[in-house]
């Protein structure tokens, strides 16, 4: 995402015509966790889209944490994490070419 800033401990929203991104950035603890789960609630009040929850920038996830993301699971989102030798893994097979598809067209909020 050039020409923007580098994101911070915080969580960050992208948003492009087919896909909503919750962008996790640092830990996950339980101020976070209730950022999460308020902008969860908005987002999902915005209309039918791909929704992703990027935790590829996390920090360490507390157990409200994990709650956290299981009820976003639970309600259809998907999520980006980076596996252990550091390429990204994907909860839905086609997330790779969506990413590379509207990459370039994220809005930094």
Known sequence: MSGYPAP???IYIHD????LRIQVC?????????????IWETA????PKLHL????????VSTNGRQAIQILRAAGVSL??????G???HTNPFLAALQ????GNLRYL
């Open 8 to 10: 911070t401990s915080g």
């Open 87 to 89: 390429r990204f893994e």
């Open 100 to 103: 590379a598809l509207f990459a």
């Open 53 to 60: 929850l990027d935790l590829r920038a996390a920090g360490p």
């Open 26 to 38: 640092g830990p996950l603890g339980d101020d976070s966790v209730r950022e999460l789960l308020q």
């Open 44 to 47: 999902r009040s915005i209309g």
């Open 80 to 85: 980006l994490w980076p596996d252990q030798e």
């Open 16 to 19: 492009a015509s087919q896909c």
